[in-house]
């Protein structure tokens, strides 16, 4: 099971002490077969990154270019991400999608990028509350998925992260029977273009220590994505603790 924490943009001034914090606990949930996973803002992941060379604790980045390389002023490649020390990365956050205008084209491509670069590649999709109550959700999250996953993506380094676009931040979580529904839908798609594949499904929107037992143990949820909680380790261990493990 995988814990990713979405710092956002957060951190910059008790980051490095939580980060710690969270390297600390990170042998005891490995043990029990619970994988972290730290996305920091991209300043914080070369040294983040040092710090947890050779412990279970995995640091990711939270957006990256589609190019290699090129004038894109601003953005950042999957190669420098993974040359920074990143072993994944984020694509298609609802934020990106909504305050940067990106379409499932463009994650598509991101992806590409990604997964050439060989990082975990971290697909999130999700319903405004607008379609949730047109009752469109699971027809939304379907597009989105079929518009996002390049033909050539890896399943062996793919993670799909469904987040409630309305639950996001806001302290509103789904019940668990629209979790267990949509995740089985996503399950179903994912089985039928990539059999057997066994690509983990994150649940994210709110995920904090009082309500993450419940949702992890909803079927088909294979981890969390974690906001706001990730940005104290002891939120976000509590959270890893409360995840079944296998180990």
């Known amino acids: 099971m995988l814990i990713a924490g979405n710092w956002k943009m957060n951190g910059a001034a008790t980051g490095a002490a939580e980060f ?9 949930a ?24 050779g412990s279970p604790l995995s640091v990711g980045a939270q957006d990256c270019h589609f190019a290699e390389k090129g004038a894109h002023t601003g953005d950042v490649s999957a190669p420098i991400l993974a040359e920074a020390g990143a072993s994944a990365v984020i694509v298609g956050h ?22 050439q670069a060989k990082l975990k590649t971290i697909v999130c999709v999700g319903e405004t509350e607008a379609e949730r109550d047109a009752g469109d959700a699971v027809a939304v999250v379907a597009r989105q998925l079929a518009g996002s996953l390049p033909a ?8 799909i992260a469904y987040e409630p676009v309305w639950a996001i931040g806001t302290g509103r ?3 668990t029977d629209d ?19 066994a690509i983990p499904i994150l649940y994210g ?3 904090k220590p009082s309500n993450a037992a419940e949702l992890l143990a909803v079927p088909h949820v294979g981890g969390a994505l ?11 261990l509590a959270i890893a603790r409360a995840a079944p493990g296998n180990g």
């Not at 050539?152 to 993670?159: I, R």
């Not at 529904?181 to 990539?194: K, N, P, R, W, Y």
């Open 20 to 28: 710690d914090g969270m390297l600390a606990g990170a042998s005891e």
């Open 30 to 53: 490995a043990s029990r077969g619970v994988d972290l996973l730290v996305c920091p803002p991209f300043t914080m992941i070369g040294a983040f990154a040092l710090k947890a060379a």
């Open 94 to 115: 609802s934020e990106r999608r909504t305050d940067h205008g990106e379409d499932d084209g463009l994650v598509a491509k991101k992806a590409v990028a990604a997964q």
């Open 152 to 159: 050539s993506v890896n399943p062996q380094n793919l993670v």
């Open 173 to 175: 979580t789904p019940s």
């Open 179 to 197: 979790v267990a529904t949509m995740h089985g839908a996503i399950s179903q798609t994912l089985d039928t273009q990539f059999p057997g594949s």
């Open 205 to 207: 929107g709110s995920v």
């Open 226 to 236: 974690v906001g706001g909680a990730s940005l104290k380790a002891e939120d976000f």
